[in-house]
């Protein structure tokens, strides 16, 4: 239901969500060396909302932070509702409005002996210079690009409908970043090459496989099991180009190939492998395995080739059915009329009769073992 909840979302455009800050730490625990005398932006982030805002703001000298952008766009539903930050009755805030929020030093501001959110409330509410209004704050306007242009780091959770274009920007201006997407992305005809050509790889995850935000849309986001603002959704991923040992972690590999056991393609040469944890470590072979492999995808240990899909972009599908036969196939599955994409996907044969197997990853191991 979570995820139907998160597509309803998606195709009304109703996709600001916002992560917990436990989620945000818990992951960039594993980057610090990355941010010593950098310029990070956060450009999807209000930052009287945002986690993400709150968690570079308090770690400011901790990570050796050179500057700290945060942008929000003009209308964000939640701006100016919800204080992640308690600033109290903070009256000069802006109302739906696009602005941003630069902070190049924290300092104990108020006298209290400490560096806390204190001092980021403090500096808010007193320092005219750090914050500014914004014409639109989409960061494809020009004002938000030439921000991206001054960032060495961008960090944020990009709404989800616009993920491929996000991402597009970061590669065209040669951004380093840590974002969240849905694992759906992974097989975007504009995501999947830059996974496989080793220009964008999967962080450490959430916990679970899943992850809770807090959304301000009461009728797409609750979760039976959290507050009523919150929705679960699983298969969310940290996308990054962030140098990480993880990524270098070889998968240790148990089982054995037998054709019995790995059944062959009916329209690729390739073996169908239906969990990540079954790799044979002893085939030499194409296989096709899970996009959830890419967790523990070691660029040592394993070539990406390309995908099972119906373009064929990787020419490698050695089979395309007709129409009739997908009816065909369609029929002897379920007994009644319909089509069956076939062309879709990866297909085995059972029984005599053909199924489509989930979204395929086409992978080759780089060192078999030899048994």
């Known amino acids: ?25 818990r992951e960039l625990q594993h ?3 990355h941010f010593r005398d950098k310029v990070v932006l956060c450009n999807c982030d209000d930052p009287y909302e945002s986690n993400f805002f709150k968690y570079f703001a308090l770690r400011f000298n901790q990570l050796g932070l050179k500057k700290l952008i945060c942008t929000c766009y003009n209308g964000s539903p939640v701006q100016g509702n919800e204080l992640m930050i308690d600033f109290g009755d903070f009256t000069d805030e802006p109302k739906k409005i696009a602005f941003k929020v630069e ?41 938000c690009i030439a921000l991206l242009q001054q960032a ?39 995501i999947f090459p830059l996974i496989k050509e080793n220009k964008i790889w999967l962080g450490y995850g959430f916990k679970g496989g899943a992850a809770h935000f807090t959304s301000p849309y009461e009728d797409v986001a609750t979760a039976g099991d959290h507050r009523k603002d919150m929705i679960r959704v699983s298969g969310v991923n940290w996308f990054t180009n962030l140098e990480i040992s993880k990524r270098h972690e070889e998968m240790d590999l148990v089982c054995r190939y037998s054709s019995e056991g790995y059944p062959t393609y009916d329209n690729y040469y390739a073996i169908e ?32 080739l390309g995908m099972c899909e119906n373009l064929d972009l990787y020419k490698l599908k ?14 002897a599955k379920f007994q009644k009329q319909g089509i069956y994409d076939l062309n879709a996907s990866g297909v085995v044969i059972k029984n005599g009769i053909k199924d489509k197997v989930y979204q395929r990853i086409l992978i080759r191991n780089k060192h078999p073992k030899k048994l």
């Not at 002996?113 to 005219?128: E, T």
């Not at 790799?279 to 492999?293: H, K, L, N, R, S």
Request: overall charge negative.
């Open 1 to 25: 239901m979570a995820n139907k909840r998160l597509n309803d979302a998606k195709l009304a455009k109703k996709d600001e969500f916002y992560t917990q800050l436990t989620d945000i730490e």
């Open 318 to 331: 050695t089979k395309t059915y007709t129409s009739e036969e997908c009816r065909q196939a369609y029929f």
């Open 152 to 190: 060495d780091i961008v960090v944020t959770n990009p709404p989800f409908s616009l993920f491929r274009e996000y991402v597009a920007q970061l590669m065209q201006y040669h951004k380093k970043f840590l974002i969240i997407g849905h694992q759906n992305a992974i097989t975007y005809k504009e």
């Open 273 to 304: 492998v239906g969990k990540t944890a079954d790799i044979p470590m002893d085939y030499e072979g194409v296989m096709g395995v899970p996009i959830t492999f890419l967790d523990k995808y070691n660029p040592e240990q394993f070539e990406i």
């Open 31 to 33: 980057y610090w060396p």
């Open 103 to 143: 902070i190049t030093e924290v300092r104990d501001l108020n006298g209290d002996g400490a560096v806390d959110l204190s001092d980021v409330q403090y500096l808010l509410q007193n320092d005219k210079n750090v914050i500014s209004t914004l014409m639109t704050g989409d960061f494809r306007d020009p004002e």
